[in-house]
């Protein structure tokens, strides 16, 4: 049945106001023939019980996230019944007789399709709540002149007068005409969607009054002002959609020329505050993408890392491409082309983009990723180790991508130039500013990293890495590596999988081998890897008089398997992050001889599921290993309380877990979605 007047009052977290404009309602309707609905967008302050608890003759319609103001006036007006539909913010409160006063002059203008009257913000102080065309130069001289000019005639104007939209805080519209043309527009989230609606009421040949005589109190912000920051980013995405609509050409670009000034602006010369550098990068963002891509459910990442072979970096890489849900994520890899990494990355059918990072300093690996940034658009940076950090950083400086760097050890603080870890220091500050979050893999790293102030302390996370222990390693490896290597079953085999660099101190390992090989004569070393001092390593073994007994595999793409052949893993490195192959070697059932430093420390007990010795002591090393070759009992010990206590420290699910929440709030604090 039909009714006079619907009133609709769409709520987010607008409990006290919205019990105010209520109540200013139900004086209004007594012995009217008025129908009043909420639709409440999933507020989570009590609004909606507070409805259905105080105003039982206020129908209730509860949503179950929030879909925007103009979706949920939609949804009103399917449930709404009267002949004239009123639009009401929560904020406002209705002054005796202002609704009669507007629907008298809807009955009798046959012609008119939306009224609003005049929005009090004070006793004798009004809102500019009406205007003319939009465009850029009007918006602007409007926001700058005419608002004060308004304001102050607007306290003697009781004329009502023609306009071209009236404010949405309180409209009301024929149905009629809300009919032919076709409601709230539902691709505006929060503003504008009222002065679109009224375009295409005047399209439909209706006029839009602004009629003084009826007067409304309106505070203001309501829902936007529990966050601003949103709220701000809302009013540019919905003024760029409608300037798309409505504008001219000319309006749009000096629209999208003026933010891209106000995004550097806050980005560049308000660097100090935190909530004006999030807006002007958001604001980037939202130029960059447009307003469809910038409401999309999947958050593109680009994981970068320099070279592609499958070190510890590499590994988290490939992980975080392989393991991060689907739907929610879209993740391509960058690196150098060729090598094990990008073979993996193919085989599982994950995007590789082939870009090379070289350390010698060059501005062409920057133009390419800025470049390839931009045009995907990639929404979230995520940067692995110092090469990439630099040319990830410095490509996505400007984006609008949020960024993301894990320092996979902190490798400059070991360098023996001073001149050189200071400056490294100096340049990761600088760095760390534009960047989202800085990550560390281990507790040390965390601790390290705050204690010398390398990035700012909110920014710096704890994500340890994973391992995927429900893979099984490839079947028969050792037997195989056994027959390759002509082993006998009584030969023992002490073996690493390192990358050959000076951080996994191998020439320590090749140093103790004549003691370990004097003690037991049948021991072959394996060292699985590459990198650039093999020919180094190969040298000192033969000038060792070991060169028969070490075992160089290079890299290979079975690492992981052959560690079940080896009787003792040793690991002699100088400085670590979190190293995967411990978790990779108690899995396999190895004994593990390790050096007593950070990251590794956090892993191996001394005497409990491993040794520890001191870095760079090759004496220490070389009884460590011929202690446990003596004792076959402790081998087997150590093994199994590695395989017992070691996996907790590499767990994948949790890695995953927390990566991809950090890209979630990251891609949230920009793009500012709901």
Not at 41 to 47: P, Q, R, T, V
Not at 130 to 154: D, I, M, P, S, Y
Not at 449 to 456: H, S
Not at 470 to 490: D, H, I, N, V, Y
């Amino acid at each position: 049945m039909a009714v006079e007047l619907s009133v609709i009052v769409v709520s987010h977290n607008s409990r006290d106001c919205l019990s105010d404009c209520l109540s200013s309602l139900e004086r209004e309707r007594a012995g009217r023939e008025w129908d009043i609905l909420v639709v409440d967008n999933a507020s989570d302050d009590g609004s909606a019980d507070m409805v259905a608890g105080s105003f039982p003759n206020v129908r209730l319609v509860r949503n179950t996230r929030n879909t925007g103001f103009a979706a949920a006036n939609n949804l009103g007006i399917q449930k709404s019944r009267g002949r004239h539909v009123l639009f009401l913010n929560p904020d406002t409160r209705v002054l005796p007789g202002a609704l009669d006063v507007l629907v008298r002059a809807m009955e009798a203008r046959p012609d008119i399709g939306a009224a609003g009257p005049a929005l009090l913000a004070g006793p004798r102080s009004f809102q500019v709540s009406f205007g003319g065309r939009v465009h850029f130069f009007k918006e602007l001289v409007q926001k700058t002149v005419l608002n004060a000019v308004w304001k102050v005639r607007l306290k003697s104007t009781r004329r009502p007068r023609s306009v071209a939209w009236a404010s949405g805080a309180c409209l009301i519209v024929r149905r009629e005409a809300l009919e032919k043309s076709g409601g709230f527009d539902e691709g505006f989230f929060l503003y504008f969607e009222d002065i679109d609606l009224c375009y295409r009421i005047r399209q439909a040949n209706y006029k839009v009054l602004f009629f003084p005589p009826a007067r409304v109190f309106h505070s203001g912000g309501a829902s936007a002002s529990a966050v601003p920051l949103r709220s701000r980013l809302e009013y540019r995405r919905s003024q760029l959609r409608f300037y798309g609509r409505h504008a001219s050409r000319l309006s749009q670009r000096l629209l999208r020329a003026y933010l891209g000034f106000e995004a550097r602006a806050a980005a560049i010369f308000r660097r100090r505050d935190s909530r004006a550098k999030t807006f002007g990068r958001a604001l980037l963002r939202l130029l960059r993408t447009g307003e469809s891509e910038g409401r999309r459910n999947i958050i593109r990442v680009l994981e970068v890392i320099d070279k592609p072979f499958l070190g510890g970096g590499q590994r988290t890489v490939l992980l975080l491409a392989a393991g991060l849900d689907k739907r929610k994520f879209q993740v391509s890899v960058c690196s150098a082309a060729g090598g094990p990494l990008v073979r993996e990355l193919e085989r599982r059918g994950i995007e590789h983009v082939a870009l090379p990072l070289e350390k010698r300093l060059s501005l062409r690996p920057v133009r390419a990723m800025r470049r390839l940034i931009r045009e995907r658009p990639f929404d979230i940076v995520h940067t692995h180790g110092g090469v990439a950090g630099f040319y990830g950083r410095m490509a996505a400086r400007g984006t609008g991508a949020g960024v993301v760097h894990t320092l996979h050890g902190i490798h400059y603080l070991h360098y023996g130039n001073v001149f050189l870890r200071r400056l490294f220091m100096i340049l990761e500050r600088w760095m760390s500013r534009s960047t989202d979050a800085v990550v560390c893999v281990s507790q040390a790293d965390l601790d390290k990293a705050a204690a010398l102030r390398l990035a700012p302390a909110g920014t710096l996370r704890l994500i340890k890495n994973g391992i995927d222990f429900q893979s099984a390693p490839p079947a028969g490896t050792p037997g195989r590596l056994a027959k390759e290597l002509g082993l006998g079953r009584t030969d023992f085999v002490v073996g690493t999988v390192a990358r050959l660099h000076r951080q996994k101190g191998l020439i320590h390992l090749l140093r103790a081998v004549p003691g370990i090989v004097k003690a037991h004569p049948r021991t072959r070393v394996v060292i699985a890897g590459g990198g650039p001092l093999r020919r180094e390593l190969e040298a000192e073994a033969r000038r060792l008089g070991v060169g028969d007994a070490v075992i160089f595999l290079g890299e290979r793409a079975d690492a992981t398997g052959i560690l079940g052949r080896f009787d003792v893993f040793a690991l002699p490195s100088l400085w670590e992050g979190l190293p995967y192959v411990l978790g990779e070697a108690a899995r396999a059932g190895c004994p593990i001889v390790a050096t007593d430093i950070e990251g590794t420390r956090e892993v191996i007990r001394d005497g409990e599921n491993g040794l520890l010795v001191p870095p760079a002591d090759s004496a220490a090393l070389e009884r460590a290993v011929n202690g446990l070759l003596d004792d076959p009992a402790r081998r087997r010990r150590l093994a199994a309380a590695a395989r017992k206590s070691v996996p907790a420290h590499f767990d994948l699910d949790r890695m995953l877990e927390l990566t991809g929440t950090l890209y979630q709030e990251i891609e949230t604090a920009y793009n500012l979605q709901r």
